[in-house]
């Protein structure tokens, strides 16, 4: 089965600091994504990538920058956190459109 | 208007009965269709996709309806573990992923 693992379950987080959220996949595949969740506005896009070096903004990406340095690793960095990025952060891996996510990380921002 | 729209629920029902949602949306050359399910704090999982069709998966069958544009979900003799929320996620063309807000589903003994 193919894994997603995000680094952290749960995290808090102050008012401008700089967050870095990790994620990696194991199956090689060249689709990396990360979403956020909220209740009542669903899961919405925020950075996506094809390749290494590659990144694409989704719906929502003000505040966020991704890396990708390798096929396996795709980060996503809150520059300075704000309490409105208090969410629930998923990140998905996809050969095509079968997605696979992470069990997710729930950010706090005070 | 939303890309795809479900209604939240939550949908109460008891053990064994059929219960079905909708998920309407708006672009009518979507082309790809699918069910997510996403057990309380976990991450969504892929449940199916839906075939012009139709198509069934056990106690499942999901159907599309271009002219209306929407797609739906039916369970059959519910369980206990079939609660959870359902994501409707549509692929309009040349676009990612659009994921509805999500259908809560509450089986009840």
């Known amino acids: 089965d193919v894994k997603v693992t995000q680094s952290s379950r749960y995290l808090v987080k102050r008012t401008g600091e700089k967050v870095f959220l990790e994620c990696v996949q194991d199956m090689d595949h060249e689709n990396m994504f990360w979403y956020r969740q909220d209740p009542g506005l669903g899961l919405r896009l925020i950075y996506f990538s094809y390749d290494v070096k590659m990144k694409e903004k989704g719906d929502i990406p003000e505040g966020y920058s991704v890396s990708r340095e390798k096929k396996e690793r795709f980060s996503l960095i809150l520059e300075s956190a704000s309490t409105n990025q208090t969410s629930m952060y998923l990140c998905a891996s996809s050969p095509d459109y079968g997605y696979t996510f992470g069990s997710g990380t729930r950010l706090t921002v005070v | 208007r939303k890309e795809v729209e479900q209604d939240p629920g939550p949908f109460n029902v008891p053990e064994g009965a059929t219960v079905a949602f909708n998920c309407t949306y708006s672009?009518?050359?979507?082309?790809?269709f699918f069910w997510y399910r996403q057990d309380c704090r976990k991450e969504p999982k892929l449940l199916m996709s839906?075939?012009?069709s139709g198509n069934e998966d056990g106690r499942f069958t999901a159907q599309l309806n271009r002219a209306s544009q929407y797609i739906s979900l039916l369970i059959r003799d519910s369980k206990l573990s079939d609660s959870a929320t359902y994501l409707c996620?549509?692929?309009?063309?040349?676009?990612?992923?659009?994921f509805g807000g999500g259908t809560r589903l509450m089986v009840k003994p």
């Open positions: 996620v549509v692929i309009p063309p040349g676009n990612m992923l659009t």
């Open positions: 839906v075939y012009s």
């Open positions: 672009n009518s050359a979507s082309q790809s």
